[in-house]
Every structure is written in C-alpha cells, then in structure tokens.
C-alpha cells in the first residue's frame, strides 16, 4: 500500500490479483487491470477561486480574525460598507460569490491563513522535578513533603491547547 499510494487494503489486494487481467463489462467494452495506473476521482467543482479567497482573507483581517458563524451574518455589511468606500476591490462576479458562501465554507477556506497565525513550541505545563532537586531555595522553615501545612502546586492549563486567550478560531 505505501508503494501504490492507495488507502484502502482491500482495493489494493483486489488490484493485485486482477493485475493484467481483462475485464468485460459488457458484449464490447472490457478493462483492463492495471495497478500502475490509479484513476483519479473528478469530485466537486470548486466554487471559490482565488480572487474570492483574497477578498475573503481581507475582510477576514479587518474583522479582526473572526470565525465563519460570526463572520457571515455581518459579511453582507462589511462588503457593502468596504466597497462603497473603495477599500475592496474585485469582479461582480466573485463579490456575488462572497454574499452566498456559508460560514463553514469560510472556515474551510481560511483553515492555511489560520494555521499560520498559530504559536508553534509553546507549552503549558514542565515537569518541576529537576529544577527542584537542583535550584537550593531558602524559605522560612525547613522543607518537609512529610508535614502538614506543605504543599507543591502544579499549574495545569485548561485552555485545550489554545494559550492565546479567549480569542475564537
């Protein structure tokens, strides 16, 4: 599977044993197998070229980042308001296409500009043990894990790996 490229198991084992057969589907019309060749599937016709990702990028950062179910109830006003006073610039066409996109469409398309806006290496919580044995620290009385009245707190960030605040993406 890791030399054909191809995700299924099953269609890989059944590509194999039909390889350089001939297959008829039909009276005239037959296949043939081969595991070289790998069809690729058409699938959908792309709505939202490049120019409407521009322009959507654009209001996207005047908005200050907004994600898609916030962004596409004022998206309607922002266009108007930006194009009226000549801060957006783009064809009838792609302006009609940005009117019409639904908010997890906007979230689809903004998902790269998103990702590259987030903080790499950055974590919560360290482990303290090394830095306790190591680092001498002088208190008011003796340390004693043992006693009552000593604690270690340990710090846990609850932000499900998201340190940058209470800002949505």
């Known amino acids: 599977m890791r030399i054909t490229g191809l995700k299924n198991r099953n269609y890989a084992a059944r590509l194999l044993r039909q390889h350089g057969k ?3 589907v039909g009276k005239k019309n037959y296949l043939k197998a081969d595991i070289a060749k790998k069809g690729k599937r058409p699938g959908r016709k792309k709505k939202f070229g490049e120019e409407e990702l521009k322009m959507l990028k654009q209001v996207w950062e005047i908005e200050n980042y907004m994600f898609g179910k916030r962004l596409k ?3 309607n006003e922002v266009l108007d ?3 009226a006073n000549g801060h957006l610039h783009g064809s009838p ?3 009609e296409n940005l009117r ?3 908010a997890s469409s906007i979230d689809r398309l903004l998902k790269q500009e998103r990702k590259k ?3 790499k290496g950055r974590k919560g919580t360290k482990p303290g043990t090394l830095l306790k044995q190591q680092i001498a620290i002088r208190t008011w009385a003796e340390w004693d894990e043992n006693c009552p009245g000593f604690m270690e707190i340990d710090l ?3 932000e499900g790996g998201n340190s940058r605040g209470s800002r949505s993406f």
Request: glycine letters at 0%.
């Open 22 to 24: 001939t297959i008829y």
């Open 73 to 75: 109830p004022i998206l």
């Open 81 to 83: 308001n930006l194009l």
């Open 93 to 95: 066409q792609a302006i």
């Open 100 to 102: 019409h996109i639904s």
């Open 117 to 119: 806006l987030e903080i």
């Open 156 to 158: 846990v960030a609850h």
